[in-house]
């Protein structure tokens, strides 16, 4: 029930287009990494953050695997 209600909110301020004015506040209040549901993460910074993620600093599922084609990481840091 809670993920449905996400979906909706989520679609409603994409269709609205106020995402990124929306989403900016709970990274403001909590944070620079905020849960915003059970399966989503809002990433907000870039040496703690996004290239820990992007660099392989983390665990990551088996979807990744199909992106092994790639001989470096998604977002090169250089």
């Known amino acids: 029930m809670i993920r449905e209600i996400y979906l909706v909110y989520s679609w409603y301020i994409k269709y609205r287009g106020i995402q990124n004015a929306t989403l900016v506040v ?6 620079a990494v905020v849960r915003l ?3 989503e993460l809002r990433v907000n910074c870039y040496v703690g953050g996004l290239k820990t993620i992007y660099a392989g ?3 990551r599922s088996d979807w990744y695997s199909g992106l092994g084609i790639y001989q ?3 977002h090169d840091a250089r």
């Open 72 to 74: 470096q990481p998604l």
């Open 57 to 59: 600093g983390c665990p």
């Open 26 to 31: 709970p990274l403001e209040k909590h944070g």
């Open 37 to 39: 549901a059970p399966n």
